[in-house]
């Protein structure tokens, strides 16, 4: 048997298991919310655990919290964000009040009776350490959630997202590079079209990656900005004067980041605008990268039998059943992971529409679950393909060679010669008969002012 200690709040007695940091509050929650058994990230309960460590020093820094009870709850804070210490204990499931108060209490009480023990006091007498009247002083979970969202999300986004990013842009650049030579048959709905360099291609898919990460920095500087010092509803009732900007100062040396506080804390409280923006980015990311891995994944199809343009590595074999065969893996791995996150895009858009009532978003748990596992598998899967698929991609050149050769496109170079017309029929002809352009031409005893090899060269239509 557990062996419990009995607390009491102003519903009632309830037994909590002796070993618990958390107190009453969470026990209730736990009890309420037995419904997906997933708890807040790690990344979002240090990002909470830091805004708590903020608000304190501006509390003790305006004497409104006393050295002998700010320290204490100081160095429990700092086990959890410097050591990853007592993270087992916040066991409530992200399917909770739509506010995050569980969250926010579960907090306060494990930092309370850490603080507590520090001090050589027993866990759940809230004394001398409260969890209300001195962890959460000045703040309300209204305002303390989403600062906690915005700083987990910021610091995702650049110390994961980011740098993913910045490696898969200096990756294409070189494949940029590298196929710079190389002049294919270019595609329109699925169609043989004019030549194309295979680098444009390529440069298409890092040009699209640098869009995206402006757009996600335009995001970043939204995210900058946050309600702490708002309390209830924004109104910032039992907030000491001056504690938002002191609060903001410390985040922003805690996070390296230029965090600010809101000018309306209650736009930052009743709708979540800037994690709907990150979303929305998060979700342009994920199409770009359905495209370069679904356009990888096509010129890589084959290898006799598709377009075997591109040489994907060879990292597992593909068919429990087939010999040898090779499948483009991480193309499909990532396209799933975007898929994912297009979904996670839908369900945040969905919490902001239908959350954001009146004066509070009560949506705030799904919100940043659904953005911060976007953020994790995006950054992993973009790191995953950029090293096992793209750094390993080579040319086909004989394929593309012969892709060429047998274009019937490059017919196109002689419009201004023999006009639409002829080489619409020329085209005809030569996908009747399977000959190439230039055979065509000639078993047609069609004359060409200007020499016909240098006129249907592909390099020359690039």
């Not at 087939?322 to 996150?341: F, Y």
Request: net charge neutral; charged share 20%; with cysteine.
């Amino acid at each position: 048997m557990t062996k419990t200690r009995t607390e009491k709040d102003v519903l009632g007695e309830v037994e909590v298991p002796s070993e618990a940091y958390w107190g009453i509050s969470t026990q209730r929650a736990l009890t309420n919310f037995k419904i997906s058994g997933r708890r807040m990230p790690e990344q979002f309960i240090v990002a909470l655990a830091t805004v708590k460590k903020a608000c304190l020093l501006a509390n003790m820094d305006l004497g409104a919290i006393p050295s002998d009870i700010g320290k204490p709850i100081q160095k429990a804070v700092d086990e959890i964000i410097r050591d990853g210490k007592m993270l087992d204990q916040f066991p409530i499931d992200i399917f909770q009040t739509g506010s995050g108060t569980q969250t926010n209490m579960n907090m306060n009480e494990v930092l309370a009776n850490r603080a507590n023990e520090i001090l050589d006091q027993p866990r759940g007498k809230k004394a001398p350490v409260h969890p209300n009247d001195h962890v959460n002083f000045g703040q309300s979970s209204n305002d303390a959630i989403p600062t906690a969202m915005h700083v987990a999300a910021l610091l995702a986004i650049t110390n994961e997202l980011m740098p993913a990013m910045d490696k898969l842009i200096q990756s294409l650049d070189k494949k940029v590079k590298e196929f710079n030579d190389i002049v294919k048959v270019g595609r329109t709905h699925l169609q043989d079209a004019v030549p194309i360099p295979l680098s444009m291609e390529f440069d298409v898919y890092r040009t699209q990656m640098v869009n995206n990460m402006s757009d996600l920095q335009a995001a970043r500087d939204e995210l900058v900005v946050v309600p702490i010092g708002g309390t209830a509803l924004g109104t910032g009732l039992n907030a000491p004067e001056g504690f938002a900007e002191k609060a903001v100062g410390y985040l922003s040396k805690f996070t390296n980041l230029p965090i600010r506080t809101h000018s309306v804390k209650a736009e930052g409280i009743s709708s979540h605008r800037a994690m709907v923006r990150l979303s929305s980015s998060l979700r342009l990311l994920a199409l770009s990268c359905i495209k370069m891995a679904n356009d990888i994944r096509w010129m890589g199809s084959g290898p006799r039998a598709g377009l075997g343009e591109l040489i994907l590595p060879q990292n597992e074999p593909g068919s429990s059943l087939m010999p040898g065969k090779i499948n483009p893996t991480q193309s499909e791995a990532l396209i799933q992971v975007c898929a994912q996150v297009i979904g996670h895009d839908t369900v945040v858009s969905f919490a902001e529409s239908h959350g954001s009532i009146l004066d509070l978003n009560m949506s705030k748990p799904v919100v940043i679950v659904n953005i911060l596992d976007a953020i994790t598998i995006l950054s992993n899967s973009i790191h995953s393909f950029r090293l096992h698929c793209l750094s390993g991609l080579k040319v086909n050149e004989s394929a593309i060679k012969d892709h060429l050769e047998r274009s019937l496109m490059i017919v196109t170079r002689l419009t201004p010669v023999i006009g639409y017309d002829k080489a619409g029929e020329v085209a005809r002809r030569a996908y009747e008969t399977g000959q190439t352009i230039r055979e065509t031409i000639k078993d047609m005893g069609i004359e060409i002012e200007g020499n016909l090899d240098e006129l249907l060269d592909p390099k020359k239509m690039v």
